[in-house]
């Protein structure tokens, strides 16, 4: 609309109403975007699977492309909104959301058997970070006793424990300790009893807790498992021979 002209369009006698109904041009006037202003309904820093719900969104699309009044944000990242228009466009303010990781367990495994005989050990290996179940902090640990193994890895947003090795270690074979009950020199036809055998074999074969010796020789006892043998004390027994008469004879008459 020309609204210079209208002193002419007075001058004959038109209002200025008059001019304006007879101009075809409509002026429309663009408002600028107004910025959206978006709040979280609760904590920005959380751990991994919780989530905060950020509202405010007025007509504008959100930075994750969704355009509804409000979001439920479950991963690390700098949320806004977007209003736009024919005059340009505006961003709400900032809204920053970090989620922090729950711990990564540990991987456990073992460099040979779990199962083995007292002296032996086994190497086990996987910490990440975390802490063994002996209380041990290096990435591996040697085991030389029986028990249950893991690893339990920790943060700020819990504990999470590795897989369980079990180790089983075998004892040696216990000694018996073997005691007479008497002398172990004595004459023919007498005898001690020995004692102690614990589940083991005496130099005899017998089986028993106890023996009864009669004869001369070394006793002990032999006590075995799966993981070897060993042998108690040893008790030396001396049987002496009863005299032998002499026989006698005359050669000619004895009267």
Do not use: K
Not at 137 to 144: C, G
């Amino acid at each position: 609309i020309n609204l210079l002209g209208t002193s002419s369009l007075l001058g004959r006698g038109l209002s200025i109403a008059g001019a304006i109904n007879m101009s075809d041009n409509i002026v429309t006037v663009e408002s600028q975007p107004i910025a959206s202003t978006i709040s979280a309904n609760g904590p920005t820093t959380f751990c991994a699977g919780d989530s905060v719900i950020l509202s405010g969104n007025n007509g504008g699309i959100w930075s994750n492309g969704d355009t509804t009044s409000s979001i439920t944000v479950t991963a690390s990242g700098d949320n806004f909104v977007t209003n736009s228009s024919g005059c340009g466009s505006t961003t709400s303010n900032h809204i920053i959301v970090t989620v922090n990781p729950l711990p990564i367990a540990s991987i456990i495994s073992a460099n040979g058997a779990t199962t083995f005989c007292e002296g032996d050990s086994v190497i086990l290996s996987g910490n990440i970070g975390g802490t063994w179940s002996n209380s041990a902090t290096t990435s591996s640990i040697t085991v030389t006793a029986s028990g249950d193994y893991f690893v339990t890895n920790s943060n700020g947003c819990g504990s999470t424990t590795s897989n369980h090795i079990i180790v089983t270690v075998n004892p040696l074979p216990i000694a018996s300790i073997i005691s007479a009950n008497g002398a172990t020199t004595f004459c023919e036809g007498d005898s001690v009893i020995l004692s102690g055998n614990n589940g083991g074999t005496w130099s005899n074969s017998a089986t028993t807790s106890s023996i009864t010796v009669t004869a001369s020789g070394d006793y002990f006892v032999t006590n075995s498992n799966g993981c070897g043998s060993t042998t108690s004390n040893h008790i030396i027994v001396t049987v002496s021979s009863q005299p032998i008469a002499s026989i006698i004879s005359a050669n000619g008459s004895t009267t």
